[in-house]
């Protein structure tokens, strides 16, 4: 459903979009593609490879439930406790009776996930300019807005809470093969310009998560995008 809707919106929305630096991130997104093809993916294949579909799905979901923790304390940033008090409980619970986090308990008792907060979202809601789109090294899209929450989303982490340097190194290693996994099916159903269209996507994602899916279309009224669904194929990137 949100591949349909960036496909037929993109072209219109993609007109909102400056990208002044786009012939830089044009480079530093090649570079990206390139350590991807020819290190991130086959680590990542091999791993899709050897993993039961159960123990994926359980790695996903503990990622998940580490993501509440910060999604909390942005929640409460934004002066949102309705927020707030449901990642909060999503979190209790998953980590409880959900082991660690390996099941989503919490949806199956009615606390679904409505989404994520992240500290560029905290920043947006505060009235932050985006700025300028920017692909990161490594990292990939971003806005400079995003990039200035970065350091702050790192230390609402519990990753980067870890004392013992090899588990929290292995743990983030672990993130970014989970994370990349959850692209492959996206992946494959790209067209056309994949920059162009992976920068609107992102655009478009963020403008929704900031404005909790209220967002103006082309004749200036609110429309409300929820029934497209969550823009991501996880909460926000927590790290």
Known sequence: MLLAFLMASGTALAEEFEDPWEDFNRKVYS?????DRFFLKPVTQAYRFVTPDIVETGVNNAFSNIAEVPSVLNGVLQGKPGSALRDSGRFLVNSTVGV????????????????????????GVWGFDRGPYVVLPFFGSSTVRDTVGLPVQSVMSPIYHIDHTRTQNSTLVMYYINRRSQLMELEEQLTGDHYTFIRDAYLQRREFLIKDGEVEDDFGTDMDMSEYGDFGEEESDPF
Not at 31 to 35: A, L, R
Not at 100 to 123: K, M, N, P, W, Y
Request: glycine share 14%; hydrophobic share 45%.
């Open 31 to 35: 570079f990206n593609m390139t350590v």
């Open 100 to 123: 660690a986090g390996l099941f989503d308990v919490a949806s199956r008792i009615g606390l679904e996930s409505v989404g994520q907060e992240d500290f560029g979202q905290t920043l």
